[in-house]
């Protein structure tokens, strides 16, 4: 019943909180979250808990220092932090601005997300040889 709950408690976080969540869990037994807030710059331990448990918005300039102690992707930290902050329509913004991403592209990193559930699936040479075959131009496929 408590793993149940806490699932459940789980997918009511933001991205951000969930991956925080994970690398405090993967780092268990290397780190403690002492030492984690400690190489972040937290001022007070606590403040890692109150991320973790989506009390507070992770801000946008700590994230490469918590990426770096929780040994993650400071690319989806970021990304996950944005999500508390703005609307997935400022965000697209953002990224159209910041990238040199098509919109064709971005289109296709949106739909990869989603349809991946956030898990950022690793490229295998399966994968390569089954979008390759997609993608290759045809007549009786529709552009």
């Not at 710059?41 to 801000?59: C, E, Q």
């Not at 990238?99 to 349809?115: G, V």
Request: aromatic content about 4%.
């Amino acid at each position: 019943m408590h793993v149940h709950i806490e699932r459940i408690n789980m997918q009511n976080k933001s991205r951000a909180a969930r991956k925080i969540s994970k690398q405090i869990t993967k780092l268990t037994g290397r780190k403690s979250q002492k030492d984690i807030s400690d190489q972040a710059g937290f001022s007070r331990p606590n403040v890692l808990s109150m991320l973790k448990n989506d009390v507070l918005k992770l801000p946008l300039d700590r994230v490469p220092a918590l990426a770096k102690a929780l040994e993650c992707d400071v690319g989806e930290l970021f990304s996950a932090a944005l999500e508390q902050h703005y609307n997935m329509e400022t965000i697209r913004s953002l990224r159209a601005v910041m990238t040199e991403l098509s919109a064709n592209e971005l289109e296709w990193i949106d739909f990869l997300r989603k349809a991946s559930k956030n898990s950022d699936p690793k490229m295998t040479a399966t994968r390569q040889k089954v979008l390759a075959a997609l993608l290759k131009p045809s007549e009786s496929l529709p552009r």
